[in-house]
């Protein structure tokens, strides 16, 4: 059974920081994309951060410069950094992995799986 299990999110104030991390468990296939997404009550889910399994990135506007995100591919784990953090960073955190297989000449797509979610709570 594939499970995506997020740890690290809790309170801090602001200007700290805390990294989020998830790690990938009974995943029979390569997970290939990974990211962050984040969610207020009531609100759309928004992407945050994604990473290649190659290491490219790409961020958000919002946490540009601020956020890190990073993984350990034999891990099947992402991490996410955030440093100065405000009150609206506020919101519960979702990563999502992209499993795939590789067919001999091209991936196919395994489908998406996502963590239980974490929250992180910004005070002023």
């Known amino acids: 059974q594939v499970q995506l299990v997020e740890s690290g999110g809790g309170s801090v104030q602001a200007g700290g920081s805390l990294r989020l991390s998830c790690a990938a468990s009974g995943v029979p296939y390569s997970i290939n994309a990974m990211a962050w997404y984040r969610q207020a009550p009531g609100k759309q889910r928004d992407l945050v951060a994604t990473i290649t399994r190659g290491g490219s990135t790409d961020y958000a506007d919002a946490v540009k410069g601020r956020f890190i995100i990073s993984r350990d591919n034999a891990k099947n784990t992402v991490y996410l950094p955030m440093n100065s953090l405000k009150s609206e960073d506020t919101v519960v955190y979702y990563c999502?992995?992209?499993?795939?297989?590789?067919?001999?000449?091209?991936?196919?797509?395994?489908?998406?799986?996502w963590g239980q979610g974490s929250q992180v709570t910004v005070s002023s």
């Open positions: 999502k992995g992209g499993a795939a297989v590789w067919t001999g000449d091209r991936w196919l797509s395994a489908g998406d799986y």
